[in-house]
């Protein structure tokens, strides 16, 4: 199993982080505690994407904490990241998997316990269990599960799972005593003014609750 710490796991928004960019944001956010990282833009050209995935990976070096390229194979294994984000209209697992090899991280959103119990745990190492909640960040997301219905998608999963969609620090509590192994953040971090102080809140909520 390719292990990854979902504590508080960090979806940069280019549009959320305009002010000091995606490196940047990622690189305050991990000294207050953010435990990975995700790129993610539908709007980028390739070359673009890839531009930005080499300034993020840069920015994260010697940090220990891997990043992450939603929906873009061919990107993922040209910067050199240490993980793949698949959605369910994305490519296949297996497929996924014969094209990074067997070391990526490879994680697939799930949204319904039946899309959880799916999973293969040979090829997929953790899944995004959501949306919790509506959120502004991801337009057209499937209906939100609430805690109960993370509940029952973490349950149904045979791999870990970081809750997705809406999650704030006040719901660090209800995901983790749902069975989540951390949060994951966009506009919780991405956009404020201390993106570093932001991710330090937030890890302190997930270790909280944990710990309790």
Do not use: W
């Not at 050199?80 to 490519?91: I, N, P, R, T, V």
């Amino acid at each position: 199993m390719r292990e990854i710490d979902l504590s508080v796991y960090l979806v940069l928004d280019p549009g959320l982080c305009e002010a000091i960019g995606m490196a940047e944001t990622a690189a305050r956010a991990v000294t207050g505690g953010v435990t990975a990282v995700q790129l993610r833009d539908k709007t980028a050209g390739q070359a673009e994407f890839i531009a930005a995935g080499r300034a993020i990976k840069a920015a994260l070096a010697g940090t220990g904490v891997p990043l992450i390229v939603n929906d873009n194979v061919a990107a993922a294994i040209e910067i050199g990241a240490e993980g793949l984000h698949l959605g369910q209209g994305d490519m296949p697992a297996h497929e996924a998997r014969m094209r990074i090899g067997p070391d990526m991280i490879l994680g697939i959103s799930v949204e319904t316990p039946d899309h959880a119990a799916a999973i293969d745990a040979r090829l997929v190492d953790y899944v995004g269990a959501g949306p919790v909640f509506a959120t502004a960040t991801k337009p057209g997301h499937a209906a939100p599960t609430g805690l109960d219905g993370l509940a029952a998608i973490i349950a149904a999963a045979p791999v870990p799972a970081v809750a997705i969609g809406g999650v704030k620090r006040d719901h660090a509590a209800g995901a983790i005593a749902a069975g989540a192994a951390g949060i994951a953040v966009v506009s919780a971090i991405c956009g404020r003014p201390d993106p570093a102080r932001a991710a330090r809140v937030l890890a302190h909520a997930v270790k909280k609750a944990k710990d309790t």
